[in-house]
């Protein structure tokens, strides 16, 4: 799946879920990208490069391994 989805984008999309009602809802996301499972969302934003990288790298897209600084982790 390619529809990688900016910050720009997911704050636009909240910010018309709260417009919409919705705004105290807790989250749940996919776990894969075919939406085979759910889990909730538990963390906000923490900068790639304090989670990715070294020398054993989590499970995580090829290129945000390789270039942390364009990406930002939500969950």
Known sequence: MENIITVKELAKACAAQVKAGNGDKKILLSDDDEGNGYHQLFFLFT?????????????????????????????
Do not use: R
């Open 47 to 75: 900068p790639a490069k304090e989670c990715l990288g070294g020398e054993y790298p989590p499970n995580a897209p090829v290129d945000a391994n390789k270039n942390p600084d364009k990406y930002i982790i939500l969950g």
